[in-house]
């Protein structure tokens, strides 16, 4: 089952705008994770934000996390035509007991140069 | 580049037929875990392995299976094939059982026809 819910499902930006891409989950976790995914390949991890975590940082990357609203958004800055891939949230599951990761559908984002 | 390796890249088999799916997990990792992603969705939980124990299943029937071996390399066996097992079906290998961040092969594609 999908645990997390990524909005929107596309995205097509100009080189050089902002993008926002926004995840809502289901139960209590322990942290939520973002990952990047190239076109049917395998996903690379991208950051990492903890439940007692509000906001996080990693170049131009900016998650934040609402557990009251079970909410995450990811902000890419200053985009760029390498950025064009679907990131997906992925948060653990029923607290972690089994450390397996329950991701969303993804976000498929597309940016032009 | 993560480490973790996968083979076969792509394989065509038909429905009835069985299957073995390959990874090589990252040096210094104890904990594999596969995943099934279907066309225009996000990876879906198989099963993990966390020193050659499965520690974790998804909702998937049992004739999926797998193996990890004392290198911590690990197998995905699907047996009796349907066409809806066709999927890129994803190894990532983390050096903990909980909470770690998880790295990811670049998948294998499987067609049944």
């Known amino acids: 089952s999908q645990q997390g819910e990524e909005d929107p499902q596309a995205l097509s930006i100009q080189e050089g705008e902002n993008a926002t891409m926004n995840c809502s989950y289901k139960?209590?976790?322990?942290?939520l994770q973002w990952y990047r995914q190239n076109s049917g390949r395998g996903l690379v991890h991208l950051i990492l934000?903890?439940?007692?975590?509000r906001e996080k940082h990693s170049g131009r990357l900016r998650v934040t996390l609402d557990t009251s609203k079970k909410s995450s958004s990811l902000l890419i800055t200053a985009s760029r035509a390498a950025d064009t891939a679907s990131y997906f949230c992925?948060?653990?599951?029923?607290?972690?007991?089994?450390?397996?990761?329950?991701f969303g559908k993804g976000t498929k984002l597309s940016v032009k140069p | 580049e993560t480490g973790v390796t996968q083979s076969p890249t792509h394989l065509i088999k038909t429905r009835g037929q069985q299957v073995t799916l390959r990874c090589s997990s990252q040096?210094?990792?104890?904990?594999v875990s596969w995943y099934q992603q279907a066309l225009g969705q996000g990876p879906q939980f198989i099963f993990q392995?966390?020193?050659?124990?499965?520690?974790g299943r998804g909702n998937f029937p049992p004739r999926f299976s797998g193996l990890q071996f004392p290198n911590y390399s690990s197998e995905l066996n699907v047996n009796a094939l349907e066409l809806d097992d066709s999927a890129l079906y994803l190894c990532?290998?983390?050096?903990?059982?909980?909470?770690?961040?998880?790295?990811f092969g670049a998948g294998t594609r499987l067609s049944v026809l």
């Open positions: 990532a290998s983390s050096s903990g059982v909980l909470r770690n961040i998880q790295y």
């Open positions: 139960t209590s976790i322990n942290n």
């Open positions: 934000i903890r439940s007692n975590e």
């Open positions: 992925a948060t653990d599951a029923d607290g972690g007991s089994q450390g397996n990761l329950i």
């Open positions: 040096s210094g990792h104890n904990t």
């Open positions: 392995y966390y020193r050659e124990e499965e520690n």
